[in-house]
Nanobody, 115 residues
Framework: QVQLVESGGGLVQAGGSLRLSCAASGSISSIHVMAWYRQAPGNQRELVAAITSGGDTNIVDSVKGRFTISRDNDKNTMYLQMNSLKPEDTAVHYC?????????WGQGTQVTVSS
């Protein structure tokens, strides 16, 4: 079993920055992918960025150049540095870990960007 706990969300003005954290604990397979998703009201959950256990990253075009994904393997923690935030970035942001056998989700953290 794996537990994921997100933190770092909040209210920020447009143009501001936030850093989200996702701390993983439990039986984490050595080969896995961690990712950030977000879901705005009335919208489907969408991928924002992903990082493999080997450190390869993928960031969607809508946030490329503004968001950076990283991880600290010693702390089993993934981060999402979000800069130049826009009102359209407002959403609940979720952490996901996909292992060899199954996937896990965190409870989500709200990011609200005011104009």
């Amino acid at each position: 079993q794996v537990q994921l706990v997100e933190s770092g969300g909040g209210l920020v003005q447009a143009g501001g920055s936030l850093r989200l954290s996702c701390a993983a604990s439990g039986s984490i397979s050595s080969i896995h992918v961690m990712a950030w998703y977000r879901q705005a009201p009335g919208n489907q959950r969408e991928l924002v960025a992903a990082i493999t256990s080997g450190g390869d990253t993928n960031i969607v075009d809508s946030v490329k150049g503004r968001f950076t994904i990283s991880r600290d393997n010693d702390k089993n923690t993934m981060y999402l540095q979000m800069n130049s935030l826009k009102p359209e970035d407002t959403a609940v942001h979720y952490c996901r870990l996909t292992g060899v056998v199954r996937e896990y989700w965190g409870q989500g953290t709200q990011v609200t960007v005011s104009s």
